[in-house]
């Protein structure tokens, strides 16, 4: 059955990656809602072995991309190479032709690299010249920021980041979780003899995914998510401080996305229908990235969580 085949991922995710259930979990839900996943934390987190990891345990191809200020877009969609034999040009695949792909400091390279891979990621195809080419129909990006340096860096615009379906704020782990990591480490022959990774093939995933969406939501939930989503457009309607802190509403990207990552929250935790407290979980890295501060916002040192916090607080569930 495949709730029970991701079950078993997702305690093998976290037993390779130990400290970041968040991560490990939404990582699950994008790749079950069809979406991409921007994270945010320190370096040393395992980002890299998590969805190396989850690569191998969905059959599919992965690869890195270290995002430099140099890099050009034909680095990632591949290029027209000159056949001088025959006179003719023939097309040379890019890394963006892998299932998972990880761009770490995506806000390293300038605007025309973040434009050619969230084209890829909204329309799943690039194109090169006259040719589109098609990308595999599994595809999920994650790309990653560090919060730490911020100097010569390109942050992407809001516009730009509402591709993206969720973003994530990883801390470092607990002292006891580092221990573990260190055992892991010291032992990991042995450790992943213990634990075998299951058995998932993409045609299972693509399946799971049908379930997802075929997963009941009643119509009073439907009005709450829709009404989380409108608060921050029409502030005024419901808090005199939500007006004063956002400067404007977010797109219905969000809705979808919303929609698409309760319900895979819900099947992930083995049920067929959605519970207000999948659409309120999901709400933070949903919103997060998407949500426009004002002046006044940052003046009084209010955050994006903040803001999400305060939306729960006001728009009621009926």
Same mark, same amino acid.
């Given at each position: 059955?495949p709730q ?72 990632l969609t ?72 911020? #100097?010569?860096? +390109? %942050?992407?615009? @809001? !516009?730009? $980041? /509402?591709?993206?379906? =969720?973003? *994530? #704020?990883?801390? +470092? %782990?607990?002292? @006891? !979780?580092? $221990? /573990?990591?260190?055992? =892991?480490? *010291? ?6 003899? @213990? ?84 659409i309120q ?38």
């Amino acid at each position: 059955m495949p709730q029970a085949t991701f079950s078993s991922l997702k305690n093998y995710l976290n037993h390779q990656v130990i400290g970041q259930p968040m991560l490990t979990e939404h990582l699950l839900i994008a790749l079950l809602a069809n979406g991409h996943i921007l994270v945010e934390g320190p370096p040393g987190l395992a980002k890299t072995r998590v969805i190396r990891t989850l690569a191998k345990a969905v059959e599919g191809s992965f690869h890195r991309i270290q995002f430099t200020p140099d890099l050009l877009p034909a680095d990632l969609t591949g290029t027209d190479i000159y056949r001088p034999e025959d006179g003719s040009f023939s097309f040379q695949k890019g890394p963006l032709f892998h299932n998972l792909l990880l761009a770490d400091e995506i806000n390293r390279a300038p605007a025309k690299v973040q434009s050619a891979l969230l084209e890829a990621m909204a329309e799943n195809q690039i194109s090169v010249g006259q040719h589109t080419y098609a990308l595999p129909k599994l595809f999920l990006v994650m790309a990653t920021q560090n919060p730490i340096e911020q #100097e010569g860096t +390109y %942050p992407l615009p @809001e !516009a730009q $980041l /509402d591709r993206f379906m =969720l973003h *994530l #704020e990883l801390d +470092y %782990p607990s002292a @006891e !979780a580092e $221990l /573990d990591i260190l055992h =892991l480490n *010291l032992n990991e022959a042995r450790e992943l003899k @213990e634990l075998e990774a299951p058995e998932l093939t993409q045609q299972m995933l693509f399946e799971a995914r049908q379930q997802v969406l075929g997963l009941h939501m009643e119509p009073a939930l439907e009005q709450y998510l829709v009404a989380l989503i409108n608060a921050t457009r029409r502030p005024e309607n419901y808090c005199s401080e939500l007006k004063r802190w956002l400067s404007y509403g977010i797109s219905p990207r969000a809705t979808l996305a919303l929609a698409y990552c309760s319900r895979a929250k819900a099947w992930l935790a083995g049920r067929d229908f959605v519970l207000p407290e999948d659409i309120q979980e999901c709400l933070y890295p949903v919103l997060r990235h998407r949500l426009l501060l004002s002046y006044e916002a940052e003046a009084e040192e209010i955050n994006r969580n903040q803001i999400i916090s305060r939306l729960l607080e006001v728009v009621a569930l009926t």
